[in-house]
């Protein structure tokens, strides 16, 4: 979705920022954003790394003179029964995921304030509302990042052209499942529906051009803000996935893109959008 976000931008004609860990992967963003129609600079650095936080943000301002939007996208994710998944690997989801986007947001804030204008969009989930079983930390993690942008939306009520916006993706069709940490020992595919990530990344790009504090992307999304009004949902939930993964074929243990980016070739489609049936929650 970070790449299908940046390349909406780029036709856009913006001048972009792209960070993430692997310096090949956004060598080649860099140059379709080029060929799109916009600028890019790119900036290797890791969302767990506060200092590299602080530096991007200060730097997209030296060298541009302000940012406009930022965007939190940063994601990765890990199934598998809670107490049998080491204790680091909840950790490195919440630090990614929750803490990687407190600390994008703390360091572009002060920038927004002293221009008195700009724009946080974070890419959460609809994980934010239907809590995952076997995904216990990532369900955390989004949990956790809707709030932190409801209560950052509350605290700057007093700075009207400081927009925080939420973006809810349902089940897109992105190499995140096969990238994602898998402690099964299943092979895991997505419950369809399952959208082109294209979709989420004009959703995002939508929240730059006209700020509100919620999009949703695909129907389970919107949708998924039911899932607390529905009694037992968490343990039917539970049951649905345990059955589909007793069905599931076997899968070697992996740690996945968790503490280093993925193997796998970089692209924005998973290849996944027309399977007929899938195992796993929808996240």
């Not at 990042?145 to 009520?157: K, Q, T």
Request: proline fraction near 8%; hydrophobic fraction near 40%.
């Amino acid at each position: 979705m970070g790449r299908a976000s940046a390349y909406e931008f780029a036709r856009h004609g913006a001048a972009l920022f792209l960070s993430g860990r692997d310096r090949q992967a956004l060598h080649e963003v860099a140059e379709r954003c080029h060929r799109l129609g916009g600028q890019a600079r790119i900036a290797v650095a890791d969302v767990t790394d506060p200092e590299a936080m602080s530096r991007l943000a200060d730097g997209a301002v030296e060298t541009a003179g302000r940012i406009d939007v930022w965007v939190n996208n940063a994601g990765i994710g890990a199934l598998g029964v809670f107490d049998e998944m080491p204790l680091e690997v909840h950790e490195q989801v919440i630090q990614t995921d929750l803490l990687g986007c407190l600390r994008g947001a703390h360091a572009v804030l002060p920038h927004f304030k002293r221009q008195g204008r700009g724009i946080l969009i974070n890419n959460i989930s609809l994980g934010a509302f239907a809590p995952q079983p076997y995904a216990a930390a990532y369900s955390a993690a989004k949990f956790g990042l809707r709030a932190l942008a409801e209560s950052l939306r509350g605290e700057l009520h007093a700075w009207p052209h400081i927009h925080v916006c939420n973006a809810y993706p349902s089940v897109m069709d992105t190499p995140g499942f096969r990238d994602g940490g898998n402690y099964t020992g299943k092979a895991i595919t997505p419950v369809p529906p399952v959208y082109d990530p294209r979709r989420a990344a004009k959703a995002i790009v939508g929240l730059a051009q006209r700020p509100r504090a919620s999009a949703f992307v695909g129907l389970p999304a919107l949708l998924a803000c039911l899932s607390p009004l529905v009694p037992g949902y968490s343990t039917l939930n539970g049951w649905l996935v345990s059955r589909a993964l007793e069905r599931a074929g076997p899968m070697p243990t992996s740690s996945g893109n968790l503490f280093s980016p993925p193997s796998g070739e970089r692209r924005i489609e998973g290849g996944i959008a027309t399977a007929a049936r899938g195992v796993g929650p929808p996240w």
